[in-house]
């Protein structure tokens, strides 16, 4: 229980960091938000309680799959906000879109050969 409690207070301390960091210096932020810190975070701990070298590419190999589903909404966002659209309904609208993907790329994906 200690392991779990210490695992959600580092993303918690990740996003904190990269809020604030977003708030001085927005490139920056954007930077460090970019880095897949999550995903080797999550190989980290997975290999640690598991080490599957087979499971471990299985995980790595999906989870490129799944960024890429994520990747419009970056674009979306801007450009409903420059158009004059609210942030929460860009906001919105970007995680409608991924969602959309993110099912697409299960439906899809497998059908590609692809491990998901």
Request: proline share 6%; charged share 10%.
């Amino acid at each position: 229980m200690l392991g779990l409690i210490a695992k959600a207070l580092l993303s918690g301390a990740l996003i904190v960091a990269i809020a604030e960091i977003g708030k001085r210096l927005p490139t920056l932020g954007a930077l460090v938000a970019s880095l897949p810190l999550v995903a080797v975070l999550g190989m980290i701990l997975l290999w640690q309680q598991r080490p599957d070298a087979e499971n471990m590419a299985a995980y790595s190999e999906a989870t490129f799959w799944y960024v890429l589903p994520s990747l419009p909404m970056f674009l979306v966002i801007p450009a409903l906000l420059r158009g004059g659209v609210s942030f929460w309904i860009a906001l919105a609208a970007g995680c409608a879109l991924t969602i959309a993907l993110y099912l697409l790329m299960m439906q899809v994906g497998p059908r590609l050969g692809l491990r998901l």
